[in-house]
């Protein structure tokens, strides 16, 4: 047992050696985590903010001037372009010049008052007449993010326009929004980002590590020792559970004081999340690396599990939308229990052990794991 | 770890095989083999590129198991006790196989990490080495950037650092000059006085002339097995040079005939090897209608280049 962990003492020792001499991966550590979190976090923005759209306006009168400035002040579009006839308005959407035209009819202010949402204490006629919009949004609806927010324009209140009171319809339910209260996109995505920025490290660097040692004709040294395969897995692994955890200190801190991030819950269960994930995310490394032949072929196989870990774990699009079968694959991949377990401790501070079932999915992904790379890799060179 | 040849209670050979064969798909690797290698002996492989010297030696050292046949090695049969030999065997890849991005102390202080020695064990070990193998001054250097008889000196250093009781060297000179190529024989013959048995391949005929056995291999197959003298002595063929004109278009008609085992042009002189049959080789020659009595003919000592030539040629010509 003893001589057992010296012999693991000595593949760390080499390995950190090695990174410290590879300024290239010792840069990628640390640049990784920050330009990615920076693009990321800045980029991905799921409350879309000033989509360019035009204007017919037919009615060319005070109020439909005033109408403009309204829903252009809700800041969710910004009038760029004005046209003269809806068939222009059509194919300047076409040409994706802008991505919606609002429609003004010449009747508009008839029709604003006789609107039921300005209300003159009446109530909704079903008559046709007052039951017609005010205006009409031509939308370009192949994107579904943009068409739902200006979708989210159709009961805009317009009470401005009138100087009157609103004839506020009373809501069905009342919502209350815990934890994420300014709905800021940035506070659900710098913790995923976590899980994606480890994945694709962590399994990179360790998918390629054993790989190298074969490209380089180190294994074949290496078997003739007395060199177990589960210690040289495990002295594989452990350097980069520290580069993981600087990794995870780096998005998060970053994500604290730039982006306001709240950190709620404790450290020791992030530290224990974090962990979970980033041994099972070496150990899948591992695997990959006993079945791949070239560090080429490691690389596709990291984008081969990087991709389904980014689209389908729940980081950029609920886990609920998916079909069955992709949240059978969401459900196998790590990356979506640890996107779970550590949304959970870093915004509604819950503890792993109250996540019991993905801490305990990752933890025997890990070892599962472990022991097929073990099993894989074989002392011998048949 | 220390040598002592009293202790084992094994039939006195170091390695000891019968009917050793490997199969990779179609291809037979190594046939048959049979071997016995004496203890603290240089017994060597020598053998075209090809000829299943790497697998013959994978076999030996356990890192391939065979189709077929029984292999004892130190005692411990293979492949069933691989494990156990692992600690007293060294073994020197072909290729450079330490790390290129590692130095010199730092490569050999993985290894003896590796094989469980002490803090102080490695010190000691570590600096006797560095002078043995004369890299004490390049102890700070990454071993990728040495010369290849440095790196060849930090291969040895590493695969004798746990003292082996047998050593496996894979064409150790193949990537060395002809200088550091003797100084090296002389480090082997050095550990093979401590006690050390070491089996080694080469395609260099001045090589194999250094070890105390031989054996030529040809496409998996053993052809022959003896010192380098016996082999020499025992040679079924004789040698004659011929100086004469036209080289090219007498050894083409030479090597048509049945007694002929080869023909080989060296400067101004065809050396030919006649079966040993023939009683009168230069006779013989001399008949021959390509050949005139103008011609000089001499009789010559064989080297080992044509025991390795008749044993490995009569399959050429048979085909």
């Known amino acids: 047992m003893n001589s057992s962990l010296l012999r693991i003492q000595a593949i760390v020792i080499k390995e950190l050696l090695q990174l410290s001499r590879d300024k290239m991966t010792f840069g990628m550590v640390i640049m990784i985590p920050l330009v990615q979190l920076l693009l990321f976090a800045f980029a991905i923005n799921t409350n879309v903010r000033d989509i360019p759209v035009g204007v017919v306006d037919h009615s060319q009168t005070a109020l439909s001037r005033v109408l403009q400035q309204t829903v252009s002040a809700t800041g969710v579009i910004t009038f760029t372009h004005s046209y003269h006839s809806i068939k222009a308005a059509q194919m300047a959407i076409d040409t994706s010049e802008v991505r919606a035209v609002l429609i003004i009819p010449k009747d508009v202010s008839q029709r604003l008052v006789r609107h039921p949402s300005v209300g003159f204490g009446l109530p909704p006629s079903s008559k046709e007449e007052t039951s017609r919009p005010i205006a009409q949004w031509l939308v370009d609806g192949s994107d579904t993010m943009i068409a739902s927010s200006i979708k989210s324009l159709r009961n805009m209140p317009l009470s401005e326009l009138l100087d009157k009171p609103t004839n506020r319809n009373t809501p069905t339910f009342e919502v209350t929004l815990l934890y994420n209260p300014e709905q800021r996109s940035v506070v659900n995505i710098v913790p995923g980002l976590v899980a994606v920025i480890l994945t694709m490290t962590m399994i990179m660097f360790t998918s390629a590590a054993i790989v190298r040692e074969q490209e380089h004709g180190n294994m074949e040294m290496l078997i003739t020792t007395p060199l177990a395969s589960l210690e040289l897995m495990i002295g594989k692994i452990v350097p980069y559970i520290f580069i993981g955890i600087i990794q995870v200190a780096i998005i998060l801190g970053m994500g604290y004081w730039l982006f306001n991030v709240p950190f709620n819950g404790g450290f020791a269960q992030l530290a224990l999340a974090t962990l979970l994930f980033i041994c099972a995310s070496l150990v899948l490394g591992l695997v990959i690396s006993t079945i791949a032949k070239s560090q080429l072929q490691s690389m596709q196989m990291t984008v081969f599990i990087l991709l389904p870990s980014i689209l389908l774990s729940g980081f950029m699009f609920p886990y609920e939308g998916m079909p069955e079968a992709a949240q059978y694959i969401a459900e196998a991949l790590p990356a979506t229990h640890f996107i779970r377990l550590i949304r959970g401790v870093v915004l509604r501070d819950v503890t792993v052990v109250e996540m019991g079932f993905d801490m305990l999915w990752l933890v025997a992904f890990t070892c599962i794991g472990l022991l097929v790379a073990a099993l894989r890799f074989k002392k011998t060179l048949d | ?319």
């Open chain 2, 1 to 319: 770890m220390s040598i002592s040849k009293d202790t084992e209670n094994f039939d006195g050979f170091a390695i000891s095989a019968s009917k050793l064969t490997r199969n990779f798909g179609q291809l037979t690797a190594v046939s048959a083999l049979d071997l016995t290698v004496e203890k603290q002996t240089i017994y060597g492989f020598l053998g075209p590129n090809g000829s299943g010297k790497t697998t013959a030696i994978r076999l030996l050292t356990g890192l391939l198991k065979p189709t077929s046949g029984q292999v004892s090695v130190l005692g411990c049969n293979l492949p069933q006790e691989a494990n156990k030999l692992r600690l007293q065997i060294g073994y020197m890849t072909q290729k450079f196989s330490l790390y290129d991005d590692l130095t010199v102390t730092e490569n050999l202080q993985f290894i003896s990490r590796i094989y469980g020695l002490t803090a102080n064990e490695q010190k000691a070990r570590l600096s006797e080495l560095l002078s043995i193998y004369q890299l004490t001054r390049l102890s700070k250097q990454l071993a990728g950037s040495m010369s290849g008889g440095q790196k060849q000196r930090l291969a040895l250093a590493a695969a004798v650092l746990h003292k082996p009781k047998l050593l496996f060297l894979d064409e150790p000179t193949s990537a060395v000059d002809p200088q550091n190529r003797r100084e090296f024989w002389e480090q082997l013959f050095d550990l093979c006085d401590q006690g050390t048995t070491i089996l080694v391949s080469s395609h260099y005929m001045d090589e194999a002339e250094r070890c105390h056995k031989l054996a030529i291999l040809e496409d998996g197959i053993k052809k022959a097995d003896d010192s380098p003298q016996a082999l020499i002595t025992k040679l079924p063929a004789k040698i004659v040079e011929i100086q004469a004109n036209d080289l090219r278009h007498i050894k083409d008609n030479l090597t048509k005939l049945p007694q002929v085992i080869s023909a080989a042009q060296l400067g101004t002189h065809l050396r030919v090897l006649i079966n040993e049959t023939v009683a009168q080789p230069i006779d013989f020659l001399q008949q021959q209608p390509c050949l005139t009595n103008k011609d000089k003919f001499t009789l010559v000592r064989a080297s080992l280049e044509d025991v390795f030539v008749t044993c490995t040629g009569k399959e050429a010509i048979s085909r």
